[in-house]
């Protein structure tokens, strides 16, 4: 069974650029997560989609992040215009619903350096 | 609002020791995870522990949470370099929102 994917992988923007970030869930997961993930700390939950519909996008800095899931498969997650503070591995997951007691598998991450 | 504790931050340990790293919440998990993440890569699950006193081995990793569903441990029996990374606890609070603690680093002395 093929695990989450992402991409890129790694990426380095000036500030006030745009960055795009594309995630592919594994296969019949409906749920699909996007976290943002800070050295040093645990990941922080950014949005949250049950197929192709928003269950939790409370921590989502609305201003200068997006995040789309057409079909209710692959997501794409938006950045502009990226700040410093943007500087993180943003890392994708799924599970086949929401939590409590499903087991969520992360994608490799992908890494972003605004300078 | 509920929070994790991992303790210690970090930790370096001889190859072939034991070792033990804790994760401990304030209020009644509901669900509790355990991660492991190698640096540049994404979370590697490892277990789920759902009921209190529950145990469960993979390998030469073992889990548990206690019986009041506020603490759980990872135990990790004659440490390999294989198992240096961050190791990081997630929960479902009473709200059915996944919590995280901050990471535990991991280094093996070989």
């Known amino acids: 069974e093929a695990g989450v994917a992402q991409s890129p992988r790694y990426k380095i923007i000036e500030k006030r650029q745009s960055v795009a970030f594309w995630c592919n869930p594994i296969?019949?997961?409906?749920?699909l997560y996007w976290y943002q993930q800070i050295l040093g700390q645990g990941p922080k939950l950014l949005i949250q989609f049950q197929n192709n519909g928003v269950v939790d996008d409370s921590q989502l800095p609305k201003d200068r992040f997006s995040a789309e899931r057409l079909k209710g498969v692959d997501s794409t997650l938006k950045i502009q215009p990226a700040k410093l503070e943007d500087s993180a591995v943003y890392l994708c997951?799924?599970?086949?619903?929401?939590?409590?007691?499903?087991?969520?598998?992360f994608g490799e991450g992908s890494w972003l350096t605004v300078v | 609002s509920q929070e994790l504790e991992q303790s210690p931050q970090s930790l370096i340990v001889q190859e072939g020791k034991n070792l033990t790293i804790n994760c401990t919440s304030s209020?009644?998990?509901?669900?509790l995870y355990w991660y492991k993440q190698k640096y540049g890569e994404g979370l590697i699950f490892l277990m789920m522990?759902?009921?209190g006193g529950e145990e469960k081995s993979h390998e030469k990793i073992t889990a548990k949470l206690d019986e009041k569903k506020q603490q759980s441990s990872l135990h990790i029996t004659a440490s390999q370099p294989s198992h240096a990374g961050i190791y990081l606890c997630?929960?479902?609070?009473?709200?059915?929102?996944?919590?995280w603690g901050a990471g535990t680093k991991l280094i093996i002395k070989p």
């Open positions: 522990l759902q009921k």
């Open positions: 209020k009644t998990l509901y669900g």
């Open positions: 296969s019949g997961h409906a749920t």
């Open positions: 997630g929960a479902d609070d009473s709200n059915y929102q996944l919590i």
């Open positions: 997951a799924s599970s086949r619903a929401g939590y409590s007691g499903n087991t969520i598998y």
